[in-house]
């Protein structure tokens, strides 16, 4: 059975840099795309990027600002977003991609911008 | 970027009726790309219907949905308690990958 757990700070400071590590068990991260997607409070979904062993995408709002890297010897994926305003507060997801959608998601982790 | 918007924001039902639910594209969807979540309060979304009208594992047969090109939608039937939650659309064939903002489905 396939899942995902993030971790990382809950609280970060404005101009800081966020890292959230996703740990995957069930399957392997070298298969498939690999996802971080967060939702700001009271808002939708939004994706931040994605990584497969071919390469990374992001969304061009955040490239400036993000790295999303794997870590095959521990199955894990993660996310550092650096330059935070309080607009990156969110709750923040890792989630599996495929050619069918997103299909496996974690729980979430909340991360609040604030000095 | 390719923006979706969803319609109505909020839908509010009966148990036993239908909700449709509309996802429009400001540009055609690659490949039909195009899948739609539940997410409720304090739960991880769910894939509900993958590639516009594929129902993913485990999808009771009351969610459908069909679309093409830019007009998409998701239609539940017998609407029951447990359907009250969000839903989003999300294309993911051209990036960046985009959600709409939501409806909001409400049992009475």
């Known amino acids: 059975q396939v899942q995902l757990q993030e971790s990382g700070p809950g609280l970060v400071k404005p101009s800081g840099t966020l890292s959230l590590t996703c740990s995957v068990s069930?399957?392997?991260?070298?298969?498939?795309?690999w996802s971080w997607i967060r939702q700001p409070p009271g808002k939708g979904l939004e994706w931040i990027g994605s990584i497969s062993y071919s390469g990374t995408t992001y969304n061009p709002s955040l490239t400036t600002r993000i790295t999303i890297s794997l870590d095959t010897s521990k199955n894990q994926f993660s996310l550092n977003l650096n330059s935070l305003t309080a607009a990156d507060t969110a709750l923040y997801y890792c989630?599996?991609?495929?050619?069918?959608?997103?299909?496996?998601w974690g729980q979430g982790t909340r991360v609040t911008v604030s000095s | 970027e390719n923006v979706l918007t969803q319609a109505p924001g909020t839908l509010s039902l009966s148990p036993g009726e239908r909700a449709t639910l509309s996802c429009r594209a400001s540009q055609r969807v690659d490949r039909n790309y195009l899948a739609w979540y539940q997410h409720k309060p304090g739960q991880a979304p769910r894939l509900l219907i993958s590639?516009?009208?594929n129902r993913a594992t485990g999808i009771p047969d009351r969610f459908s949905a069909s679309g093409s090109g830019i007009d998409f939608s998701l239609t539940i039937n017998r609407l029951e308690p447990e359907d009250s939650a969000m839903y989003y659309c999300?294309?993911?064939?051209?990036?960046?990958?985009?959600f709409g903002q939501g409806t909001k489905v409400e049992i009475k």
């Open positions: 999300h294309q993911f064939g051209g990036s960046p990958q985009t």
């Open positions: 590639r516009t009208s």
């Open positions: 069930g399957v392997s991260i070298r298969t498939h795309s």
């Open positions: 989630a599996r991609s495929t050619l069918t959608g997103v299909d496996y």
